[in-house]
């Protein structure tokens, strides 16, 4: 079975930090570009952040730009999204998402997802 686990979700007060994982299971990530999206209810679901299968290209939502790091070891076969200076707007269930051979992460045209972790911002 080929899947995606999210971890690291959690409660912070607003200008506080979150990492969030994400580990393959069953599969290699090398050939995958991997996203990081989130969503709200209400809301279709957003792209935050993607790199690119090669590592080379790496795209920010501008909501999260100057805040937000993507990254990925392949030795571990997991992508990381590290949140610094979250704002409450920043609540949200944070998935992620790989497609093979990609270079973009399109919202809703990821091969593989994870369940989801939510990520809530709050005093």
């Known amino acids: 079975q080929l899947q ?33 999206f989130r969503q709200v209810t209400g809301k279709e679901r957003e792209t935050v952040s993607c790199i690119s299968s090669s590592g080379d290209r790496i795209d920010y939502a501008d909501s999260v730009k100057g805040r937000f790091t993507i990254s990925r070891d392949n030795a571990k076969n997991t992508a990381y999204l590290q949140m610094d200076s979250l704002k409450p707007e920043d609540t949200a269930v944070y998935s992620c998402g790989a497609l093979m051979y990609g ?3 399109p919202a809703n045209g990821m091969h593989y997802w994870g369940k989801g972790t939510l990520v809530t911002v709050s005093s």
Do not use: H, K, R
Request: charged share 5%; with cysteine; proline share 3%.
């Open 4 to 36: 995606l686990v999210e971890s690291g979700g959690g409660l912070v007060q607003p200008g506080g930090s979150l990492s969030l994982s994400c580990s393959a299971v069953g599969f290699t990530l090398d050939y995958f570009a991997i996203g990081w």
């Open 103 to 105: 270079s973009i992460c």
